[in-house]
């Protein structure tokens, strides 16, 4: 005999939690257990949550089921507590609850860690710096190596905090001495932190045992770079990209020619690089709109947006041109397509405030801003 599976709400739900580290809206509890059960890292923090169990109480009127929600929070291993949550309601297939158990229960063995790494390089892959270096600080707590270090360091450069970040990279490159990499990595971060001698001292040491890397060409042109030695720049990233290809040479030989406000060549010389992905719009339209050709900024984030039409930064972007061009019909219309991919989005909301002042809506334009503030406030809470 055949059995009849019903969801647990029967009445039509219209308000939808939003998961924050994965950014996905679901709208039932059967849709909220199938995507935790697929992104059971992305949602590590927050799946039984206060305001996800008020959600299901309140929006869903599970009221029950709340209460049992409530009961499975109290449950001390990560493992069973989180599988307890899947099995609220005869939904999800058995054969996946045993696999995720038997997941889980590894993941939970590992030391505590390399949880915390794993946490951070979510947040770091994501170019959240704050937020993975306030794991990688708690990993490094209970353990150092190379590795974990490297990984704090960019958070640090993600961060613009330079100064921390030469000290992570040189701890790592102490305890793995022979990571040539780890020295380039130093090498930016010192470049990046004003530290041009120790910057020079630490290439010529790399430089004479591998004369010919091209990263070595590369990090002089970034010294000379940042000391606004442009022309000088441009030989050594020119001598980079000639002994190996990389479209981040030519960015920063573009960089160096737009810096000289000589902007035709910085476009022109753009053209080298081999693939004009997404990448290279986004780059082609800074410029553009560098130089004051706002028009062709459009037209290359248009472009970029015919193959990722859900890209919320690409929208973002071409709000941000539309208004500058002074479309703020067009603007309008972009950042209400960015905030329908992503309501909460930072960059989003402060572009949409931007836009509500130019068509001279004050009181929109400063709700915008205290929603914003709110959720800084929120958001820094959960870091600290």
């Not at 055949?2 to 709400?9: C, F, G, H, I, Q």
């Not at 030391?111 to 490094?140: C, I, P």
Request: contains cysteine.
């Amino acid at each position: 005999m055949t059995n009849l599976y019903l969801a647990a709400s029967q009445s039509e739900n219209h308000i939808p939690y939003t998961f924050a580290m994965t950014d996905t809206r679901v709208y039932s509890l059967e849709e909220s257990l199938y995507h935790c059960l697929h992104n059971w890292r992305g949602v590590s923090q927050d799946f039984l949550c206060e305001p996800f169990i008020k959600w299901v109480e309140g929006s869903l009127g599970l009221g029950k089921i709340g209460a049992t929600l409530r009961e499975i929070s109290r449950i001390e291993s990560f493992s069973k507590r989180f599988v307890a949550f899947l099995s609220v309601v005869d939904y999800l297939p058995k054969e996946s609850l045993v696999k995720l158990q038997r997941e889980l229960d590894a993941w939970e063995r590992r030391q505590v860690w390399e949880k915390l790494a794993e946490q951070g390089d979510f947040w770091a892959t994501r170019g959240e710096g704050e937020r993975a270096y306030s794991f990688y600080a708690r990993a490094l707590n209970y353990h150092e190596d190379a590795k974990l270090l490297n990984n704090a360091g960019v958070a640090l450069m993600q961060m613009a905090s330079y100064d921390e970040a030469t000290k992570h990279f040189a701890r790592a490159s102490r305890l793995n001495p022979r990571n040539q990499q780890l020295k380039f990595n130093l090498i930016e971060a010192y470049i990046f932190a004003g530290a041009q001698e120790e910057a020079q001292n630490l290439l010529e040491e790399v430089a004479a045992k591998h004369p010919s890397h091209p990263e070595i060409f590369y990090f002089q042109a970034e010294i000379h770079f940042y000391n606004k030695s442009y022309f000088e720049a441009i030989k050594l990233y020119e001598k980079a990209a000639a002994l190996h290809y990389d479209p981040q040479y030519i960015y920063k030989m573009c960089d160096c020619y737009m810096k000289m406000r000589l902007y035709d060549k910085a476009l022109a010389a753009m053209q080298a690089v081999k693939v004009q992905d997404t990448a290279f719009l986004r780059k082609q339209a800074g410029y553009y709109a560098q130089a004051a050709n706002v028009p062709m900024a459009v037209k290359s984030i248009e472009k970029a947006l015919v193959g990722h039409i859900n890209d919320v930064g690409l929208w973002i972007t071409l709000a941000q041109y539309h208004r500058l061009d002074l479309d703020l019909g067009k603007a309008s219309g972009a950042i209400t397509k960015a905030l329908s991919l992503s309501p909460e989005n930072p960059a989003a909301l402060l572009e949409q405030a931007r836009i509500r002042k130019a068509q001279g809506r004050t009181k929109e334009y400063q709700g915008i801003l205290n929603r914003i503030l709110t959720r800084f406030k929120r958001d820094y809470r959960e870091i600290v």
